[in-house]
């Protein structure tokens, strides 16, 4: 049923929960799992609005952060007898998840939640709620 899953992560105690929930599916069948990590553009954009920040250097030591964060869950996922494929982006988060959905033809997305009040939804709203409306896929958000 749900063969490949999308797992768009940022590492928070939210997506740790929405992991445990790709590991459960396993057993109904699950097989594949991408892994997609983004690095918001925006926010390095405003990092370089700084001079006095070395801004490449900062830029990749976020990188090499993020990709190992990457690499240990991509070991757990593989320990669970999943394949696991691994990506690392910069962008919008939102159109990137997107772009990686169409781009590895999943067939659900997984991501946490990070609980936010509907108030603040409304006003900013988060890249899980706007991954629900506009994928293509079914999607499950775990609330943390």
Same mark, same amino acid.
């Given at each position: ?6 797992? *768009? ?10 992991l445990e929930y790709v590991k459960q599916l396993r057993? /109904? ?15 390095l954009d405003y990092l370089g609005a700084y001079k /006095?920040?070395? @801004? ?13 964060? &990457? ?21 919008? *988060? ?11 033809d999943v067939s659900l997305i997984v991501i946490g ?9 409304? @006003? ?15 999607? &499950?958000?775990?609330?943390?």
């Amino acid at each position: 049923m749900f063969r490949k899953i999308l797992y *768009p992560t940022d590492f928070s105690e939210s997506a740790g929960k929405a992991l445990e929930y790709v590991k459960q599916l396993r057993e /109904a069948g699950a097989q594949e799992v991408v892994v997609i990590s983004v690095i918001d553009k925006r926010s390095l954009d405003y990092l370089g609005a700084y001079k /006095a920040v070395n @801004f490449l250097q900062m830029e990749k030591e976020i990188e090499n952060e993020v990709r190992q964060e &990457l690499l240990a869950v991509k070991e757990k996922l593989e320990r669970e007898g999943f394949g696991v494929k691994v990506r690392l982006e910069k962008g919008n *988060p939102l159109q990137e998840i997107l772009r990686a959905e169409k781009e590895e033809d999943v067939s659900l997305i997984v991501i946490g939640s990070h609980g936010k009040s509907n108030i603040e939804e409304m @006003f900013l709203g988060s890249v899980a709620e706007k991954v629900t409306r506009k994928a293509r896929k079914p999607v &499950l958000i775990v609330k943390r």
